[in-house]
Every structure is written in C-alpha cells, then in structure tokens.
Nanobody
Framework: QVQLVESGGGLVQPGGSLRLSCRASGFRLDNYAIGWIRQAPGKEREGVSCISISGDSTNYADSVKGRFTISRDNFKRTVDLHMNSLTPEDTAVYFC???????????????WGQGTQVTVSS
C-alpha cells in the first residue's frame, strides 16, 4: 500500500521550532521529488518547500526562506522539514507529497499524506 505519513506537528510558541517528518511506505521514495505544502483555514494551499530526488536541489517559498530547511534520507525513506523562528502565520496543516519534479504545479503532485497540524500561538 502506497503511503506517505507526516508527523511532528503540534503547538509551539512564536519563535519556536518544529521538525516535521514525512515517511514513505509501499514505494521507492527515491523515484520522486518531495514537496511540503501547507494550508491554513480559509486560504489556498501553498507550496512551502521541495527537494529533488537526489537532494542536491531545494527550493523554498519566500515566506519561509532562511527559516525552514528541507532534507531527505532515501535509505530511511524520510523527508524532513526543519522549521525555525515560527510565527502565527505559519499555522496550517502541513502535507508532504510526491512530484515528478520541483518545477511541477501542486495540481500535478501525485501521492499526498494526511497532513499534520502546526499551530503557532502563545
């Protein structure tokens, strides 16, 4: 069974940090680039970050540049998103998803996880 499972979300104070993890099962993670996408209530989905199959290429939304770092371990089948200096504007459900490449639109992402809630609040 093809699955992506996110973990690591939770409640954190402004300025705090979280590490989200995306674990793949049922397929070879190293066949796909992986993106992290978030959706806040009442807002459209936003691509946050993406990492290439090899991990050599990454990109970030302007809103998270310098604060978030994406990494992957193809042997462990995981892709992590390290989030620092969190603000209330980062509050959202965070999803990971496979994509043929990081230059693809979100609509073309293939498999999605169920999401993990991140809430930044004092």
């Amino acid at each position: 069974q093809v699955q992506l499972v996110e973990s690591g979300g939770g409640l954190v104070q402004p300025g705090g940090s979280l590490r989200l993890s995306c674990r793949a099962s049922g397929f070879r993670l190293d066949n796909y680039a992986i993106g992290w996408i978030r959706q806040a209530p009442g807002k459209e989905r936003e691509g946050v970050s993406c990492i290439s199959i090899s991990g050599d290429s990454t990109n970030y939304a302007d809103s998270v540049k310098g604060r978030f770092t994406i990494s992957r371990d193809n042997f462990k089948r995981t892709v992590d998103l390290h989030m620092n200096s969190l603000t209330p504007e980062d509050t959202a459900v965070y999803f990971c998803a496979t994509t043929p490449g990081c230059d693809y639109d979100l609509a073309e992402y293939d498999f999605w996880g169920q999401g993990t809630q991140v809430t930044v609040s004092s």
